[in-house]
């Protein structure tokens, strides 16, 4: 059970995850799991089986959402989700046999793939004064980084 002043910064945390979620499509890795752990108090598995279990219901109703407005690709939502719960099994076994840190210095990896990113991006616009379309491309696969 959280402390009384906890309980309105998780309130708040969901908040804005479930915000992101609806809008962008992230959420549990990119809020949640991060102020879980700044929170303290729960070990870095705890953490990640905590913010899991807690975007199932912002997911769903996202889902729900997005499929009512006919925005959703079912066959190749399978796919992935397939791969997914493949790569999440391996992940999750992996996360909970690592040696302390581990996940953790795993985890920067999404963002420092963005920071390439955004470095390809900002050095072209600044030199060309526009992005190409490689540049525009490479700088849309940060968009996908939210799967990591």
């Not at 109703?61 to 099994?89: E, K, P, Y």
């Not at 953790?104 to 955004?118: C, E, H, K, N, T």
Request: glycine fraction near 14%.
């Amino acid at each position: 059970m959280p402390a009384p002043g906890r309980s309105l910064f998780y309130a708040a945390t969901g908040a804005l995850a479930g915000c992101a979620t609806g809008l962008l499509g992230i959420g549990g890795g990119t809020v949640v799991t991060p102020m879980l752990a700044a929170a303290g108090g729960l070990l870095q598995p705890a953490v990640l089986g905590t913010a899991l279990l807690a975007m199932l219901p912002p997911s769903a109703v996202a889902l729900a959402g997005h499929a009512r407005l006919g925005n959703v690709d079912w066959r190749l939502a399978a796919g992935l989700a397939a791969g997914a719960a493949g790569g999440s099994f391996v992940g999750s076994f992996g996360a909970v046999h690592a040696p302390p840190g581990a996940p953790r210095a795993l985890g920067r990896f999404p963002d420092d793939i963005q920071s390439y990113q955004q470095t390809i991006h900002y050095r072209e616009v600044r030199k060309t004064g526009s992005c190409s379309e490689r540049c525009a491309s490479i700088t849309s696969l940060a968009d996908t980084s939210k799967f990591f």
